[in-house]
């Protein structure tokens, strides 16, 4: 069974500091790595990652994947209020499509 | 483009009524998936598509029935409502590089 631990479970940091959250996974056919982001409602999507160290970067944003050691890190620079939310990893099974979710990493950031 | 929609918003039932979720999207998406999110469970999935006619149980696929009679829709059926049932649902179709979620249904059942 596709399993996915995100840590830590939950994080608070001031405006400003640089955050690094994990993603570790263990899945039957890998074939992608997700990122989202769900304040109060749906989650929205941030990166997607199909192969080992190449860094996708969106802004403040920035991903990486490691395939042998099967994990991945969401890091976020000079952190705004904007970014309190649930951040959510999800490993997509190749084949079925299947998509299974970690619980996710709550960041506050305070002002 | 409405891309993934999702009615109702919100539904109140008691245990042992029965409803379906709908759920639609507009982009041609092959796959399409229910899921429920819990606080402190993450999302699980619940039944999932991978194209017309073609239907496979999640992760808690209990107490659900769907079916994809066309592309564009995706009907979950709670057959007979239990308070374990009282969650966030969320629908959302994909192609193999991205997944777009609807907003959700809060359905609590009493």
């Known amino acids: 069974e596709d399993k996915v631990v995100q840590s830590p479970l939950s994080l608070v940091v001031h405006e400003g500091d640089t955050v690094t959250l994990n993603c570790s996974y263990e899945?039957?056919?890998?074939?992608?790595l997700l990122w989202y982001k769900q304040e109060k409602k749906a989650p929205t999507f941030l990166f997607m990652l199909t192969s080992s160290g190449i860094e996708k970067k969106s802004g403040r944003l920035s991903s990486i994947l490691d395939k042998k050691e099967l994990f991945s890190i969401l890091n976020i620079t000079a952190t705004q209020t904007g970014d309190s939310a649930v951040h959510l990893c999800a490993v997509r099974d190749f084949g079925n499509e299947k998509l299974t979710f970690g619980t996710g990493t709550r960041l506050t950031i305070i002002p | 483009n409405a891309g993934v929609t999702q009615t109702p918003k919100f539904q109140v039932l008691k245990t042992g009524q029965s409803m379906t979720l709908q759920c639609a999207q507009d982009m041609n998406h092959e796959y399409m998936s229910w899921y429920r999110q819990d606080p402190g469970m993450g999302l699980r999935l619940i039944h999932y598509?991978?194209?017309?006619?073609?239907?496979d149980q999640g992760e808690v696929p209990n107490g659900y029935n769907v079916s994809r009679s066309t592309t564009e829709d995706f009907p979950l059926r709670l057959l007979s409502a239990a308070p374990s049932q009282t969650s966030v649902y969320f629908c959302?179709?994909?192609?193999?590089?991205?997944?777009?979620f609807g907003p959700g249904t809060r359905l609590t059942v009493t």
């Open positions: 899945v039957t056919n890998f074939r992608s």
């Open positions: 598509s991978v194209g017309a006619g073609i239907t």
């Open positions: 959302a179709s994909s192609t193999r590089n991205e997944q777009y």
